[in-house]
């Protein structure tokens, strides 16, 4: 069965306070996996896909990279406005053509001034 | 990224009559759409997984009668709650799917009176 599992559940950083995000997974084919950001009633925010080992993508603050066996979300320089659950995702081959997705519970990340 | 539009954002509505939430992939075709459910604080929770012309999959323990899924194209998948009660009060989100990356609605604030 495949298995996501983030970690901290819950990460409190002072505004600055540069900090990592874990995703460990155990999937049979993986074909990606992807972080998002959601925020308090919303629907998450397609942040990165990493495809493949030793991956690397940016986009503002944060950058994600991949091993064959967990994903990090680095945060560097967070601001307030970073404060968000952060989800990591994968998706394998499930079998017959299709493709599973499997959610961890997610980091609640809050960034405090 | 691409833009999957859902709708309404919130309803309310009376015990015993049914509501359709609407899902909508605005700039791509989605050959796989993914209904959600999230409790408060807790991550998402697939209910059901549909490609377009398909009969929706359920996970398990997901009355198929009771949410009924249409896929009927490209750019628009239906979840509707049947018979709604108050224990139907939730957070739906749907997702979109063309290729890889999935992308998500606003999600839908179920609240049954």
């Known amino acids: 069965e495949d298995q996501v599992t983030q970690s901290p559940e819950a990460l409190r950083l002072q505004e600055g306070e540069s900090s990592s995000l874990n995703c460990s997974y155990t999937?049979?084919?993986?074909?990606?996996l992807f972080w998002y950001r959601q925020d308090p009633g919303k629907g998450p925010e397609f942040l990165f896909t990493?495809?493949?080992a030793g991956e690397e993508k940016e986009k503002e603050r944060l950058k994600a990279t991949l091993t064959k066996k967990e994903s990090f979300l680095h945060i560097t320089a967070p601001k307030p406005e970073d404060s968000a659950t952060y989800l990591c995702?994968?998706?394998?081959?499930?079998?017959?053509?299709?493709?599973?997705?499997?959610f961890g519970k997610g980091t609640k990340l809050s960034v405090i001034p | 990224g691409a833009v999957v539009s859902q709708h309404p954002s919130r309803v309310i509505c009376k015990s015993g009559t049914s509501v359709k939430i609407e899902c909508r992939s605005l700039d791509f075709q989605a050959t796989t759409m993914f209904w959600y459910r999230q409790f408060p604080k807790q991550s998402l929770m697939l209910m059901a997984t549909?490609?377009?012309?398909?009969?929706?999959?359920?996970e398990q323990g997901v009355e198929k009668d009771k949410f009924l899924i249409n896929h009927a194209s490209l750019t628009l998948s239906t979840l509707t709650v049947t018979s709604a009660h108050p224990e139907d009060s939730s957070f739906y989100i749907c997702?979109?799917?063309?290729?890889?990356?999935?992308?998500f609605g606003q999600g839908t604030r179920l609240t049954v009176v």
């Open positions: 997702s979109a799917s063309g290729h890889v990356e999935a992308f």
């Open positions: 995702a994968v998706q394998a081959y499930s079998g017959a053509g299709s493709y599973q997705l499997t």
């Open positions: 549909s490609n377009e012309g398909s009969k929706a999959t359920y």
């Open positions: 999937v049979s084919g993986l074909r990606g």
């Open positions: 990493l495809y493949s």
